[in-house]
């Protein structure tokens, strides 16, 4: 699991942290030891972000891991930005531009800017998303207080 985040990360921050850290200037936590910020339980979607500017020092990504309840009421929903998701349990729906599928861990769904996106949960049980938008300051509604 630890070799997949490492990919999903280097996929998300489309350089290996090495790269950027050279020369940047820019002031960055290498190493994270729990996620910046975690919904508590109740709503629809609890969540926990894992990278966004908080640790990274810029915008370029945010990495969350999304708990969609199946109390969750499906919502079309556009972002101007890519959004990659990684299901590590449940069953995802992923709803793009009219086009259904079902996702279930290992998983792998994406949405481009403008597309016409519809999550559901296929189950009884909570889906689990690790959640990657690029760039990260248009993830919204999980701006940054």
Same mark, same amino acid.
């Given at each position: 699991?630890? !070799?997949?985040?490492?990919?999903?990360?280097?996929?998300?921050?489309?350089?290996?942290?090495?790269?950027m850290a050279? &020369?940047?200037?820019?002031?960055?936590?290498?190493?994270?030891? $729990?996620?910046?910020? $975690?919904?508590?339980?109740? *709503?629809?979607?609890?969540?926990?972000?894992?990278?966004?500017?908080?640790?990274?020092?810029? +915008?370029?990504? !945010?990495?969350?891991?999304l708990t969609?309840?199946?109390?969750?009421?499906?919502?079309?929903?556009?972002?101007?930005?890519?959004?990659?998701?990684?299901?590590?349990?449940?069953?995802?729906?992923?709803?793009?531009? &009219?086009?259904?599928?079902?996702?279930?861990? *290992? +998983?792998?769904?994406?949405?481009?800017?403008?597309?016409?996106?519809?999550?559901?949960? $296929?189950?009884?049980?909570?889906?689990?998303?690790?959640?990657?938008?690029?760039? &990260?300051?248009?993830?919204?509604?999980?701006?940054?207080?």
């Amino acid at each position: 699991m630890n !070799r997949l985040i490492a990919g999903l990360l280097f996929i998300g921050l489309g350089l290996p942290a090495w790269a950027m850290a050279q &020369g940047s200037g820019v002031d960055y936590q290498a190493v994270t030891p $729990e996620a910046l910020r $975690e919904s508590v339980g109740g *709503g629809p979607i609890d969540f926990k972000i894992l990278v966004d500017q908080m640790n990274l020092g810029g +915008d370029e990504t !945010r990495i969350a891991e999304l708990t969609f309840h199946p109390s969750y009421q499906p919502q079309p929903h556009t972002h101007d930005a890519i959004e990659i998701f990684y299901v590590l349990s449940g069953r995802f729906g992923h709803n793009v531009n &009219g086009q259904m599928a079902v996702l279930e861990p *290992g +998983d792998i769904g994406i949405c481009r800017p403008g597309d016409t996106i519809i999550h559901s949960v $296929e189950s009884d049980e909570a889906a689990v998303v690790l959640t990657i938008w690029l760039p &990260g300051g248009a993830a919204a509604p999980f701006h940054s207080p």
